[in-house]
């Protein structure tokens, strides 16, 4: 069963911006918290964000100041706006419960380049 899907990935230019967005389809999303992950071609997937249930944020170095995680609970979905992107932000982004335990989603290619 698929227990995420994640959406809004694409082609942009240095400096361009994208908000990605990840739909959850277990109960109870709500009481989790919930992370955004990324994995550039041959490295091992990283966390970037942090949201936890009560809304309190953190983040890793490679986003702070440019990304901004947000949840929505009504719609069980949690969202990652990214701004200011440079080529390295290059990756598959995907979500999850943080700390991780369940079955990763397909995630949502996300290319920076001229």
């Known amino acids: 069963q698929v227990q995420f899907v994640e959406s809004g990935g694409g082609l942009v230019q240095p400096g361009g911006s994208l908000r990605l967005s990840c739909a959850a389809s277990f109960s109870d999303f709500s009481i989790y918290n919930m992370g955004w992950y990324r994995q550039a071609p041959g490295k091992q997937r990283e966390l970037v964000a942090v949201?936890?249930?009560?809304?309190?944020?953190n983040y890793e170095d490679v986003g702070k100041g440019r990304f901004t995680i947000s949840r929505d609970n009504a719609k069980n979905t949690v969202y990652l706006q990214m701004h200011s992107l440079k080529p390295e932000d290059t990756a598959v982004y995907y979500c999850?419960?943080?700390?991780?335990?369940?079955?990763w989603g397909q995630g949502t290619q996300v290319t920076v380049s001229s």
């Open positions: 949201i936890t249930r009560y809304e309190s944020t």
């Open positions: 999850n419960t943080f700390p991780k335990d369940r079955d």
